[in-house]
Structure formats: C-alpha cells, structure tokens
C-alpha cells in the first residue's frame, strides 16, 4: 500500500511562483512512476507532470510545458512540483499520484494511476 500527501498549496499572485511537495511512505520504489494531476472547479482532472524512478525521463502537459517543472528526491521518498509563471488558468486542487510501471497505460491518462493523494489547493489571483 501507498500513501500520498501534498504540501504547498496556497495562494499567490498572477506571475509568481510556488513549490508542492508529495511525501510517499509505505511500499514506494523503482516500481512507481510519480505523476501530478491538477483538477479545477467543474473541470476534469488533467495530466500536468510526471517522473520515472531515476529522475531521467519527465513528461509535461502542453499548458504547464517551460513553466513547471518536476524532480523527485528517492531519499526522502518525495516528488516535487516547482510552478513558475502562474496564471489565474492555474488554480485548481493539485493531486499527487503514483502508477505501477507494470501498468501498461498512458502516464497522461489519470486512470492509469494506481495511488492518489487528497490534493491540494492551488490559487491564483489576478
């Protein structure tokens, strides 16, 4: 079993910057891909970034691409989200996840996801 929690949200002005952290514990290892989703208010929930265990391949939505970026340190079994450039489009409640690699699904895909996190709220005034 695995558990998610996410730090970090909050609130921030258009332009500004702000860093989410995903704190693993239980059975996390080289198995898992670690992803961030983000949904928000009536939206669907979107692929934003994701990380392979060693750190090497990471993967981007189109809309966070150049603005986001994602790293993992497997010491502290924790994922980050570094956010930059932030706009009003990207509030939301920011989600943490976790896919096994012997799932043989897209990384995009939020159904590909084995573990979530509770999320947390991202907002961005204008």
């Known amino acids: 079993q695995v558990q998610l929690v996410e730090s970090g949200g909050g609130l921030v002005q258009a332009g500004g910057s702000l860093s989410l952290s995903c704190a693993a514990s239980?059975?996390?290892?080289?198995?898992?891909?670690m992803g961030w989703f983000r949904q928000g208010p009536g939206k669907e929930r979107d692929f934003v970034a994701a990380i392979d265990w060693t750190g090497t391949n990471t993967y981007y939505g189109d809309v966070v691409k150049g603005r986001f970026t994602i790293s993992r340190d497997n010491a502290k079994n924790t994922v980050y989200l570094q956010m930059n450039s932030l706009t009003p489009g990207d509030t939301a409640a920011y989600y943490c996840?976790?896919?096994?690699?012997?799932?043989?699904?897209?990384?995009?895909?939020?159904?590909?996801?084995?573990?979530w996190g509770q999320g947390t709220q991202v907002t961005v005034s204008s």
């Open positions: 996840a976790a896919k096994s690699i012997y799932r043989r699904a897209p990384y995009y895909q939020r159904e590909s996801y084995n573990y």
């Open positions: 239980g059975s996390i290892s080289s198995n898992y891909l």
